[in-house]
């Protein structure tokens, strides 16, 4: 039966009606998945991931391979289709086909719905395991032997949880249910790992394993790095802080900066500091910030550690901060600016979660979610690959955030056609990225070829 398809008629224009359909066959509104194709397999992310994924189906019965399963849900994650069920009509994307390996035409289309809910509920926590090995060790392979220095910003964040899924809790902190996430990022902006935890959980439980496991491949890899680990308040406990100086012990070249929430025996420490500074702003009127260090011992630190002491007085009164720190030879000021710079890691954690939704963990199942961070941290890789990239031919693209950049670059309609020798894809004439979307695409087409 043909699909009928309703005709509207807007009369803005004088003298003539504007008529709209919706039958113009072979566009897609995603010409940027050219993009994340080459980006993908420059750096063999859907290639990789695929490949730790068992698939016990029968071959004779299987239409849709996880290789293209894995393209498909990385490619609309980072085109803003993050829910399962946009595959329903995606999966007939002319252009999404194509960058999937299927022609354009093809009437089967790509993976439903239910087929992708199916594979992202088939992954077993071993799979999982053997994931998160790949995407950290990825990481670790990327570096240069002859890295002088790598920073560790570790951090979590909120994924509010609704219904009944497994291991959602109450969070104080956050005033809701929630899955908590431990993330790691490097200080260029590459997420290292994504740690699914249940919603209960401590800011810094399993932090020592995961950066112990990180911080040794690093060393295997690049023996000479000086390793520098942040993190706030949530890690400067101290657990943490033991395991850091054992490992320092051990394999050398380790440092941390982690924030320490204020408390009496800190306060006093910063007396001095505060009131000089409370001193000069009585004469200034003006904000004034002093630095200065002291060494302290909490009750659950076995020896005395350095903390550096930020003593601020503004119109607003105190405002007193504290970093804990086994860096001894550079001075305060500095060392507290370097921690400061972790910062950035929240905008970094932005990206992953408002442009890759990467909180929309739907499913019931635990494990499933899991996967589906995991899912959403690939997705993570391809976008900075290509941020990056789009610097190299313009560097004002290549600085902007990743919703931006989906909408100058990717969010483009494209006419796809196919033919016994080629596939011709034709963007818009006044495409207003077209010479940056063929700089970028010229690049990398370059960059594969060699």
């Not at 009509?89 to 992708?116: A, F, I, N």
């Not at 497994?166 to 260029?188: A, R």
Request: net charge neutral; glycine share 4%; with cysteine.
């Amino acid at each position: 039966m043909t699909e009928c398809v309703a005709q509207i008629t807007l009369n803005f224009y004088d003298p003539k009606p504007v008529d709209i359909t919706f039958d113009a066959p072979q566009i897609s509104s995603d010409g940027g998945a050219l993009l994340l194709r080459q980006v993908d397999d420059q750096l063999g992310v859907s290639q990789w991931f695929a490949a730790a994924l068992p698939d016990n189906r029968q071959e004779e019965k299987t239409a849709h391979d996880r290789r293209e399963q894995v393209r498909q849900r990385l490619y609309q994650i980072a085109l803003g289709y993050e829910d399962c069920n946009d595959a329903d009509t995606l999966r007939h994307d002319p252009l999404l086909q194509v960058v999937c390996d299927r022609r354009p035409e093809d009437p089967q289309g790509l993976s439903s719905q239910p087929t992708l809910s199916r594979f992202e509920n088939a992954v077993s926590m071993r799979a999982i395991k053997a994931l998160l090995e790949q995407f950290e060790q990825r990481w670790v392979e990327a570096l240069e032997p002859a890295t002088e220095v790598v920073v560790l910003d570790i951090d979590t964040t909120d994924d509010p949880t609704h219904g009944a899924q497994q291991l959602s809790f109450f969070h104080g902190y956050y005033d809701h249910h929630i899955y908590h996430p431990l993330l790691i990022f490097d200080g260029e902006g590459e997420l290292v790992t994504a740690i699914l935890r249940p919603g209960n959980t401590h800011a810094a439980r399993g932090a020592r394993g995961v950066l112990e496991r990180i911080i040794r491949r690093i060393k295997r890899r690049c023996p000479a790095a000086q390793i520098v680990v942040r993190g706030d308040a949530g890690f400067g406990i101290g657990r943490l802080l033991e395991h850091l100086d054992r490992l320092e012990r051990e394999l050398g070249g380790i440092a941390y900066l982690f924030g320490l929430a204020n408390n009496p025996a800190l306060l006093r420490l910063a007396e001095p500091a505060l009131q000089e500074a409370a001193d000069t702003f009585a004469r200034r009127h003006a904000k004034v910030r002093e630095f200065t260090m002291a060494w302290h011992a909490a009750q659950s630190w076995s020896q005395p550690r350095r903390v550096i002491i930020k003593a601020e007085h503004t119109h607003k009164g105190a405002n007193p901060r504290f970093v804990v720190t086994n860096i001894e030879e550079i001075e305060a000021r500095l060392i507290y600016d370097a921690y400061c710079q972790r910062g950035q890691c929240e905008n970094l954690i932005k990206d992953l979660k408002n442009a890759l939704q990467a909180d929309r963990l739907s499913c019931s199942r635990f494990v499933a979610n899991f996967f589906r961070l995991l899912l959403h941290a690939a997705a993570y890789r391809l976008m900075l690959a290509l941020r990056r990239a789009a610097h190299a031919v313009h560097s004002e693209l290549g600085a902007q955030q990743f919703d931006t950049i989906r909408l100058r670059l990717l969010k483009v309609a494209a006419l796809v056609r196919c033919s016994v020798r080629r596939v011709l894809v034709q963007l818009p004439l006044a495409f207003p990225c077209a010479a940056a979307f063929r700089s970028l695409a010229s690049l990398m087409a370059a960059a594969h070829v060699t």
